[in-house]
């Protein structure tokens, strides 16, 4: 059974441009969280989203958007990006609440 | 606003031995307290959890104590392998909302082998 697949695994961009990042859940799960994680630190939540509707929103600018699609795939988008926005990029997924999350390996984003 | 305040942030055991990381949190509304491993390059993966309903839990060699007046808990590995260093962080959600889970800072752990 395939975990939480991201991708692309390893991104590099430039300040200013934008990015997509991707986020296959595992079968069946419906619930799916975008997690920012800055070297030496704890993930920090972004965005989460059930059934294709947005379900929280961290502390983030608004330069950050996410969706899910019917297949409850999600992507997550940064725009005019800044150096401190370099990080791994985790997407989590859930059956629903009364399970805990599994994250994928993460999309490391390195702006230059 | 720190909710999830984690300590040590490093920690060096023997081959063997205890390591023990604690845990404290702020927002009594949480009701679900999970540990996550994490090895570099990879992301973090659930290790054991545990609810406030319950003082300790074990999974094999791994064990969550859980102290619910205090508004603490840690997770204790025993007979501690060099497989094992790996950064722990320990967080906190309120599963029942569907919430977000927030996490500790970390502990980056090796063992001595």
């Known amino acids: 059974d395939a975990g939480v697949t991201q991708s692309p695994t390893h991104l590099i961009k430039t300040r200013g441009q934008q990015v997509t990042l991707r986020c296959s859940p595992i079968?069946?799960?419906?619930?799916v969280s975008w997690y920012q994680q800055v070297l030496g630190q704890g993930p920090q939540f972004i965005f989460q989203y059930y059934e294709k509707e947005e379900r929280g929103r961290g502390n983030f600018p608004d330069r950050f958007s996410a969706r899910q699609f019917p297949n409850y795939s999600s992507e997550l988008n940064v725009n005019a990006l800044l150096l401190g926005d370099s990080a791994l990029y985790l997407c989590?997924?859930?059956?629903?609440?009364?399970?805990?999350?599994?994250f994928g390996s993460g999309t490391r984003l390195t702006v230059v | 606003q720190q909710q999830v305040k984690q300590s040590p942030q490093s920690l060096i055991v023997q081959k063997g031995g205890i390591s023990i990381i604690n845990c404290a949190y702020e927002n009594t509304a949480f009701d679900y307290f999970p540990w996550y491993q994490q090895f570099p390059g990879k992301g973090p993966a659930l290790l054991i959890a545990i609810r406030p309903d319950v003082s300790e839990k074990k999974e094999g060699r791994f064990t969550i104590s859980f102290n619910k007046s205090a508004k603490q808990f840690s997770l204790h590995i025993m007979d501690s392998q060099p497989g094992d260093s790996a950064t722990y962080f320990c967080a906190a959600s309120r599963l029942s909302r569907d919430d977000k889970i927030i996490f500790g800072k970390g502990t980056r752990l090796h063992i001595l082998p």
């Open positions: 989590a997924s859930r059956q629903d609440r009364n399970y805990g999350y599994t």
């Open positions: 079968s069946g799960h419906k619930s």
